[in-house]
């Protein structure tokens, strides 16, 4: 089987570098590829500097700009996108399926199922539409985001939501066929054995792009101990107001930028507890991967579309902000059943979200078609 992985428009192989998710997403079709006689291309929105990211010949890397001029003007690149699978006509023809990496770029997916007549996979980590609301775009971006998970629904084979609230709200507001959507989440890969020990008591870990929606800034303002840290690995573009902001409210904050999925994975066992402020999320791997590595989890019972997560059981949520910073320290310094809980969250995403089983579960639906 002969998949091709069309990126999300405007990614390629050196953003997912730069952002630290290069080895983590190659993993996964590595795994396909060497235990399922599956070949992969990825179609990349980069230039022929984009081979070099994967030293070896397991994937098949094919950039857009190796044949298509790159223009500074995002409409034209857009309009350049409607032409890739005529103009990548040799390298596709070959394969089996199409499959995407997110819903921006599915027209492409979409163009390339009708003309190769093969079947195409839309696959979505998040509700595109939902976000663009969330993120008060205009209208016209809004209807656009509306007009193609419209048409990815009604022209795709299978249809990938990475959540059960998307899952629940495609079927309510589109007329599409109901049997094309399947839940499929986020992977993670759980760490064997948790230990406890020498683990920091002091300092809060999160991870995030430092952007609007992860509201790293109203959380901060709610820390009133001095003697806590909060350790943030991200980038973006609140840099420079989230300094401000800590300076402001005494609060001592360290960004640490952004590392390699493959660093952070041996970062999260040094924490006990993780905290996610994100105003609104997807299916987010920064919380599956801190519980896999046996952090409490703490974050708002209203961002996260992680269905299994309940209060006191496998996470702890927080919904107050007068009461956030008093609730931090005893989760740190009081709480009796803070590895109990820990514990439960880890055997949560390990039975439900280890890497075999969402591979295995993904292979079989592709072997369907």
């Not at 993993?27 to 994967?54: A, M, R």
């Not at 350049?80 to 770029?105: A, C, Y």
């Amino acid at each position: 089987m002969n998949i091709t992985l069309i990126f999300t428009f405007d990614v390629s192989l050196k953003i997912w570098k730069e952002s630290g998710l290069l080895s983590r997403e190659v993993l996964y079709y590595k795994k396909l590829i060497e235990q399922d006689k599956v070949s992969v291309n990825f179609l990349t929105f980069g230039d022929v500097d984009d081979k070099t990211f994967i030293k070896d010949d397991l994937i098949n890397v094919i950039p857009v700009y190796s044949k298509i001029r790159y223009s500074k003007s995002k409409l034209i690149r857009f309009l350049k996108s409607l032409f890739i699978p005529f103009v990548f006509r040799n390298e596709l023809q070959h394969s089996d399926l199409f499959k995407t990496n997110q819903m921006l770029g599915s027209w492409v997916g979409i163009i390339a199922k009708i003309y190769f007549k093969k079947p195409l996979i839309v696959r979505t980590g998040y509700d595109l539409l939902k976000f663009k609301k969330n993120e008060k775009k205009n209208s016209f971006i809004i209807f656009g985001a509306y007009l193609v998970t419209k048409l990815s629904l009604i022209f795709c084979n299978l249809y990938f939501v990475s959540n059960y609230e998307d899952f629940v709200r495609l079927r309510k507001n589109f007329k599409f066929n109901k049997n094309k959507l399947k839940i499929i989440p986020n992977w993670i890969k759980p760490v064997e054995k948790i230990s406890y020990l020498n683990r920091h008591e002091d300092r809060l870990l999160m991870v995030g792009r430092l952007e609007n929606q992860k509201n790293f800034i109203e959380f901060i303002k709610t820390i009133k101990n001095e003697s806590l840290e909060i350790d943030i690995y991200g980038d973006g573009s609140l840099k420079n107001k989230i300094i401000e902001v800590s300076k402001s409210e005494n609060v001592k904050v360290n960004l640490l930028g952004t590392i390699s999925n493959e660093k952070l994975l041996d970062i999260y066992p040094k924490y006990k507890l993780f905290v996610s402020s994100s105003l609104y999320e997807g299916n987010p791997k920064t919380i599956l991967e801190a519980m896999a590595a046996g952090c409490l989890v703490y974050l708002s019972s209203s961002t996260s579309n992680l269905s299994f997560l309940e209060n006191n059981v496998n996470c702890v949520f927080h919904n107050s902000k007068n009461n956030v910073d008093e609730e931090i320290r005893n989760i740190l310094f009081e709480f009796k059943n803070y590895e109990s809980i820990a514990l439960n969250g880890h055997e949560e995403v390990k039975e439900k979200n280890s890497l075999e089983v969402i591979k295995n579960y993904e292979l079989d639906l592709l072997k369907k078609l």
